[in-house]
């Protein structure tokens, strides 16, 4: 797959790229970019450190070999969105998918790659990285051959086709389970067209809706809306949840699998089990010691871990996968109202009534096509083991239920009225923080945790340069590094230290100090902290960069989280969040409460910027009185775009020259 054409340019004529960056033209293409529109005054920059321009059909012929461009109108921030993912390595699709799929091209071009071994959001203890990538968590899915649902906004490579079933001796150990899933309605569309669905990457992917804030304007969180769906095996819980995820239509909502804990089996009963002979359906084959925390932390919109569960080897994937918060969690599982604490968690209890015959004919199907089984074996489990606890333990856990749906999936009228009521939850919860954050009370007197670089005519020099509106580009950009760069010396100055005793050359007794964190990470809010990354590298011998995008929804105003990039063991680590201005503080509150969300404790958090607004900072201050905040100048006022006044302007802008032109077009408008 090459790339098809050069893009309509008009006033875009050329891409700033760094020489340094590598760059390196691959085989196969591994990315493809579907939908991605620019409009004709949006200039397409990279991120940062670039300094040689070419034309911007040389710079996609120089990727055509990694690139497929299907579509040519650009939005600036898909662009650099775009870049940015190039930049590191990812394998994207994101935009308008079903437009473009249909050429034919395209779909046999994918036929080339590889299957996945796994899905981006689940957990390779291999990586050297420790770390983890997330893309607009609505997105985060599992691959598709487990029947799955799988985005067809994410590419990933094909599936290769199952191997046929050759009965239960022989179990291909890739039909595994994964309906513990975050996913999105657009997503769940697109699956039932199957043919569509098929784009993979290697390990990556890329999401297009971002998340809305999830917490209240002093930071604290909104607990999603926990629905719990219980019912026989094969009833359809699955596919009910499927459908009140699509007919929800909301950007993020988790599904949560009971699968996902069965208890891990010895030896012994690995044997009963492939015997048929193991009862999966008694609540003690379920590890509800995992089970309930992990629910609970995703109540709390904390991130968790959750196992794999594989149906053929009757056991859990080494991997796990990585889910988040969302607005609406689902739990689904045949126990689902075993449990006490569990049906205390679930704010809307659904059971899932189908007939035992049609269950029976499902699950002989299923077990038979996705689970390696025969139908002796399906049956003997079926009357020994999962019709009794049925009777014993599902069908009397009915009475906990809010709502029963005859016939799962079929039942359009039922789905509607849950659909119904989550909605009107959710609108109660719903949360407006940019405004009312811009209108928070100023004129107080600076909070305790401020830290202000020391004024001096060195640093007041270099705000006259950054905030004078004639400063060229390239002044603005070498007088920002040079104020950032004393900025984060500032901020490193204020993490602790302990006494040291050294010996100098001359055999002299040197008492000093060391920094004794001893882990440390940098986190830039993209994309105007990525300008603050390089000062902390060359301060901070082997830091390690973390990297949150979060950008302005223009129709809300508010900031969704659209990629997140951190250490595995972020929590271990004092955290130095970078971004260049701050001004309500709607982004890095949100950035703020990713990291706790990822249990980074709030006194080890140090936010850095530039520049604050006086809102921005009691915003900061109020909701997480523990952050260190650390900036050069407090500005007093916000102007109703929010930004900094007096300020130095759109500061992601002037560095990377992304200014709006006076100039006209070529084309005259
Ligand atoms: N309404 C339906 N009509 C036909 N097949 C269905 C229906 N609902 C579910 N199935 C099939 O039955 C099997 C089990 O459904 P699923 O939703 O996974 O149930 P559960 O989660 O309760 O085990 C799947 O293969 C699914 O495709
Ligand atoms: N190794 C296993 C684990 C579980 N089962 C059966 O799965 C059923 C639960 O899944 P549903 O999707 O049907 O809700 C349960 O009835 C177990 O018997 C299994 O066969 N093998």
Redesign the pocket.
Known sequence: MRARAAPPLHSLSSIQVDESISLPRLGPPDICLLTLGITDSDCLQLPSRRRQHLPITDYFNWYSSRIGLLQSDFTSFACFLFLFLLLHEADIITGDFKKNWGSPSMAASIQDYDPPSSASSESDPCDPREYEDVFGKDFVVSPSEDGDIVPSKIITPPQSPRPPSAGSNQKSPRARRQ?TTSISKAAILKTSQKSESVLRSNHRTIYTAGRPPWYNCAGQQVKPFVIGICGG???G??TVATKIIEALDIPWVTLLS??SF?KVLNEKQHEI?SNNE?N??HPD?FDFDLLIPTLRRLKEGKKVDVPI?N?VT?GRESKTKTMYGANVVIFE??LAFYHPEVVKMCDMKIFVDTDPDVRLAR?LKR?ICE?G?DLEGVLK?YIN??KP?FCHYIAPAMVHADIIVPRGGDNTVAIELIVHHVHTQLTKRGFKVREKLANSIVGQPLPSSIYLLPTSPQVSGLHTFIRNKDTSRDEFVFYSKRLIRLVIEYALSLLPFKEVTVETPQGVTYIGKRCSADKICGVSILRAGETMEQAVCDVCKDIRIGKILIQTNLTTGEPELYYLRLPKDIKDYLVILMDATVATGAAAMMAIRVLLDHDVPEENILIVSLLMAESGVQTIAYAFPQVRIVTSAVDPEINDKFYVLPGIGNFGDRYFGTEPSDAPNPDGS
């Open positions: 309906r095996s094969a009833s819980k699955t009971m699968d069965y089990a193991y999966f359906d084959a569960y149906f009757h599982g045949i699950r077990d689970r089984r489990q083991m999962v606890a």
